[in-house]
Structure formats: structure tokens, C-alpha cells
């Protein structure tokens, strides 16, 4: 069983900074790609940002590139989201996810509300 813990959400201001935090327990192994998704009211999810357990790639969606950097922390089974520069549309309930693959997620976490104020 895997577990996926969010955290670090909250209410800024535009402009402002946040990090968020996903913490990973249980039997990852197999499972190369964390992901974070976002989902604002009304609308998809959507893609944000991806890193490998192992190795160095990276993934941003074009809205967050050069804003928001994903980084992990292997000893801790934590992965990170930096966010600065954020804009209110930005807004959205954010989610960590564990794949095997950029478009294979199968672990989700319960997901941690950033809301930016304009």
C-alpha cells in the first residue's frame, strides 16, 4: 500500500511564495515518477510538474515554467513543489501523484488548497 501526504498549502498573496510537500510511504518501489496536478473549480486537472526518484529529468507545464521547481529529497521519501511568482491563477487544490510513467499515475494524494489573492 502506498500513502501520499500533501502539505504546505495555504492563502498568499500574488506575488508570493509557497512550498508544498508530498511525503511517500509504503511500497513505492517500481514507481519512478512523482508527479503534482492541480484542479480548479470548474475546470480538468491538470499536469504542473514531474521528477524522477532516480535520475534528473524534470517536467513543467508552460504555465509554470520558470515560477515553480519540483525537487525531491530521497532520504526523506519527499517531494517538493517551489512556487514563486504566484498568480491568482495559480489557484487551485493541488495533488502529488506516484507513477511509472509520465502519463501513468496510480497513487494520489488527498490533496493540499494554494489560493492566491490578487
Known amino acids: 500500500q502506498v500513502q501520499l501526504v500533501e502539505s504546505g498549502g495555504g492563502l498568499v498573496q500574488a506575488g508570493g511564495s509557497l512550498r508544498l510537500s508530498c511525503a511517500a510511504s509504503?511500497?513505492?518501489?517500481?514507481?519512478?515518477?512523482m508527479g503534482w496536478f492541480r484542479q480548479a473549480p470548474g475546470k480538468d486537472r491538470e499536469f504542473v510538474a514531474a521528477?524522477?526518484?532516480?535520475?534528473?529529468?524534470?517536467w513543467y507545464a508552460d504555465s509554470v515554467k520558470g515560477r515553480f521547481t519540483i525537487s525531491r529529497d530521497n532520504a526523506k521519501n519527499t517531494v517538493y513543489l517551489q512556487m514563486n511568482s504566484l498568480k491568482p491563477e495559480d489557484t487551485a487544490v493541488y495533488y502529488c501523484?506516484?507513477?511509472?510513467?509520465?502519463?501513468?499515475?496510480?497513487?494520489w494524494g488527498q490533496g493540499t488548497q494554494v489560493t492566491v489573492s490578487s
Open positions: 501523484a506516484l507513477g511509472v510513467d509520465l502519463s501513468t499515475y496510480d497513487y
Open positions: 509504503g511500497r513505492t518501489f517500481g514507481n519512478n515518477h
Open positions: 521528477i524522477l526518484w532516480y535520475g534528473t529529468a524534470t
